[in-house]
């Protein structure tokens, strides 16, 4: 026998059973923005390597450690490790946001070469946001009333919470990140090997270690906000009175500062106990110069991604009112001269009069009891029943298949205002 081959470490299949909630997830989330009137984008899985180092940064974890690249023919490639990078580069290559706005959103596959575990995969999906023109803070409150509404949508909204911070100006951060590196030389001796890295590299991200006893010094570290911008404050202190008006809570974090270079001014994460140690479920902030960095003309931008997985994972643990698996409402059982041409017919012309109704033909043979069975195992709702007796007189049994009611015969003429009936 062959051996059998296996996917990947951290690239997952999703079995027919878990692929309703899948799209049941991705259906809320598409139907939330399309509300607020965001267009799709589609970009490539593949982009030039220096896409990503330029946009998020060659010290981030991200392009240091974490991506999968490659060399094809002279031509450095990576499978995408996040999104507004590549949105960002579609965008000035087809002039979508040269002296205009744009509101995108996108979904698809997303690929990090780092640990597995719960939530957190090699190959994982993200749904995204882009906003392209507008410096205001009234888009970014948008975004998180946007995301606010769609946690109600998923069920979810009790088990999430808003973390928000302002991280100002590259030149307040810049005075901020000497400060910090001044405060965190003193405390060495409670860092890792990789913090110590750190804080020569990008010494924001020591902010967000899970090192307790490193967490308990830096309370007394330096505060970002006491070195924004007097723009950023104004920015900021104008979001946080929006989403206090549109009546939004929300926890002022001091030590969130997201893992990417090309945030600026607001950042904020939704994060959510319900999962453990992988609690982020949505994050993202305002990025007003990456535009220009990658080539274009200057304009402001603003966007947000979530895990689908975490999505997933989180309704699955705090929302029991969602599909569960796949259900067929009518199963075509038949047997006989004549029967399985008719069984196809009828089952085309359901399909053509409703095709919100989900109709699977037997295909197998076998005896009726046989098909019967075959019926339940994929819990129909319904079974219609063709015999040659049925075909001779062009009727059809109907029988509901959860409940006692007595099966009946009707003309196959019939069947559509029947069917319209039960669903």
């Known amino acids: 026998m062959a051996k059998v081959i296996q996917a990947i470490r951290g690239m997952n299949d999703c079995a027919p059973a878990e692929s309703p909630l899948w799209q049941w997830v991705e259906g809320q989330v598409k139907q939330v923005l399309a509300s607020y009137g965001y267009s799709e984008v589609r970009m490539p899985i593949v982009e030039s390597t220096p896409l990503f ?3 998020i940064g060659e010290v981030t974890d991200v392009v240091s450690k974490e991506m999968y690249t490659f060399w094809d023919n002279d031509e450095q490639l990576t499978l995408r490790p996040e999104g507004t990078a590549g949105c960002v580069r579609a965008a000035i290559e087809h002039g979508w946001i040269y002296n ?43 975004l998180i009333i946007l995301t606010a509404r769609l ?57 967000d270690t899970k090192n307790q006893a490193l967490q308990e010094v830096l309370n007394d570290a330096p505060k970002l ?36 270079d090309y945030y600026n001014k607001t950042v904020f994460e939704w994060v959510t106990s319900a999962l453990g140690a ?8 305002r990025y007003d110069g990456l535009v220009e960095q990658l080539g274009g003309h200057a304009a402001p931008g603003v966007g947000f991604a979530m895990g689908l997985e975490r999505l997933v994972l989180l309704v699955q643990e705090v929302n029991a009112a969602v599909p569960v698996a796949n259900t067929v409402d009518v ?28 109709v699977m033909t037997h295909c197998s043979g076998g005896k009726f ?43 196959q003429a019939d069947i559509i205002e029947t069917l319209t009936k039960h669903f």
């Open 331 to 358: 199963y075509l059982v038949y047997s006989g001269e004549g029967a399985t041409l008719n069984a196809f017919q009828l089952a085309e012309t359901i399909r053509s009069a409703l095709p919100q109704v989900r």
């Open 225 to 260: 906000l006491d070195y924004l911008d007097e723009e950023s404050r104004t920015h900021f202190a104008t979001l946080c009175q929006l989403l206090d008006d549109m009546g939004i809570a929300y926890e002022v974090n001091p030590k969130l500062v997201r893992g990417l």
């Open 151 to 207: 946690w109600k949508a998923l069920g979810i909204d009790q088990h999430v919470s808003l973390q928000l911070n302002s991280i100002g100006s590259l030149e307040a951060r810049a005075n901020y990140r000497s400060a910090l590196v001044a405060f965190l030389e003193n405390h060495q001796d409670l860092m890792s090997d990789e913090e110590k890295e750190r804080l020569v590299k990008n010494p924001l991200r020591i902010l």
């Open 100 to 142: 205009n706005e744009q509101r995108l959103w996108y979904m698809g596959p997303m690929f990090r070469h780092e640990r597995p575990q719960k939530g957190r995969y090699r190959q994982f999906h993200q749904a995204g946001v882009e906003v392209f023109g507008i410096a205001n803070p009234e888009i970014d409150a948008e």
């Open 53 to 55: 180092a330029r946009a």
């Open 369 to 411: 009891q046989k098909q019967f069975k075959r019926a339940d195992k994929v819990d129909a709702k319904l079974a219609l029943v063709i015999g040659e007796s049925e075909v001779a007189e062009k009727t059809v049994v109907v029988k509901d298949l959860r409940s006692s009611a007595e099966q009946v015969t009707i003309s």
């Open 278 to 285: 992988q609690g982020t479920v949505c994050g993202g902030g």
